[in-house]
C-alpha cells in the first residue's frame, strides 16, 4: 500500500517571501503521479499542480514549482511570491496508474500554512 | 474541469438518524469518490462508486454503514447510516477531471449531536 508523508504540520512565511513544503511517499509501482491541493477554511479542495512520475521536468504553475525526486520518492512544493491567499491547508497526494489503486487518492497528513502580511 | 454540486454543505443531525448526501457532475463520468475528512484530519477514501455496479469500499468501511448510490454517470448519493458522534466530519465527493487530476465537490460538513 502507498503511503504519504507530510512531517511539517504547519509552517509559517512572510508575504512576498518563498517557502517549501515537503512530502515523502513510499511505492513499489513505477508509474504514479503526485498532486498538491490547497484547502483553504473554505474547505474546498484546489489542484495546485501535478506531477507525472514518468516526466522528468519539474512541474510549475505561475508561483507554485515542484521539486520532484524519483529515487528518494520525494515531492517538495516551492510557493514563491507568497500572498495572503496562500493561507491554507495544503496537502500532497499519490495516485497509482492502474490496477487496483487506479484513480484512488492518498493523502498525507497535511501542512497548515499561514502567509503573514 | 468538471464542475461538482454537493448537498447539503452542512448539516446537523441527531444521534441514530441517517443523513444522504448529493453530487451532481456537470459532465459525465465513470467513476465517483467519496471521502471523509475527520476535524483536523487528512482524506481518508470511503468508496469508489461507478455507475451499473455496487460500490467498491476501503478497508475500514462497510456499505451496511455508507450505502452509495450511482444511479447514473452524473449523479451519486452518500448515507451516513445510524450517525453518532463519531461521525462528524467533512464528506466529500471527487471526479477525475480531463487534466489528469481530480475535481471535489464543496463538502459536506456534519454534526452529529
Known amino acids: 500500500a502507498q503511503t504519504v508523508t507530510q512531517s511539517q504540520p504547519e509552517m509559517s512565511v512572510q508575504e512576498a517571501e518563498t517557502v517549501t513544503l515537503s512530502c515523502t511517499y513510499d511505492?513499489?509501482?513505477?508509474?504514479?503521479?503526485l498532486f498538491w491541493y490547497k484547502q483553504p477554511p473554505s474547505r474546498q479542495m484546489i489542484l495546485v499542480i501535478r506531477?507525472?512520475?514518468?516526466?522528468?521536468q519539474n512541474a510549475t504553475e505561475n508561483r507554485f514549482s515542484v521539486n520532484f525526486q524519483k529515487a528518494a520518492k520525494s515531492f517538495s512544493l516551492k510557493i514563491s511570491d507568497s500572498q495572503l491567499g496562500d493561507t491554507a491547508m495544503y496537502f500532497c497526494?499519490?495516485?497509482?496508474?492502474?490496477?487496483?489503486?487506479?484513480?484512488?487518492?492518498?493523502f498525507g497528513q497535511g501542512t497548515i500554512l499561514t502567509v503573514h502580511p | 474541469s468538471a464542475v461538482i454540486s454537493q448537498k447539503p454543505s452542512r448539516d446537523i443531525c441527531q444521534r441514530g438518524t441517517s443523513l444522504t448526501i448529493q453530487c451532481q457532475v456537470d459532465?459525465?463520468?465513470?467513476?465517483m469518490f467519496w471521502y471523509r475528512q475527520q476535524p483536523g484530519q487528512s482524506l481518508t477514501l470511503i468508496a469508489t462508486?461507478?455507475?451499473?455496479?455496487?460500490?467498491?469500499?476501503e478497508s475500514g468501511f462497510v456499505i451496511d454503514k455508507f450505502p452509495i448510490s450511482r444511479p447514473n454517470l452524473t449523479f451519486s448519493t452518500l448515507t451516513v447510516s445510524n450517525m453518532s458522534p463519531e461521525d462528524s466530519s467533512i464528506y466529500l465527493c471527487?471526479?477525475?477531471?480531463?487534466?489528469?487530476?481530480?475535481?471535489f465537490g464543496s463538502g459536506t460538513r456534519l454534526t452529529v449531536v
Open positions: 471527487s471526479v477525475e477531471d480531463r487534466r489528469g487530476g481530480y475535481t
Open positions: 497526494a499519490f495516485r497509482g496508474a492502474g490496477g487496483t489503486s487506479y484513480g484512488k487518492l492518498t
Open positions: 462508486a461507478n455507475q451499473g455496479s455496487e460500490a467498491t469500499y
Open positions: 511505492t513499489s509501482e513505477n508509474n504514479y503521479y
Open positions: 459532465s459525465q463520468v465513470t467513476m
Open positions: 506531477q507525472e512520475a514518468y516526466k522528468q
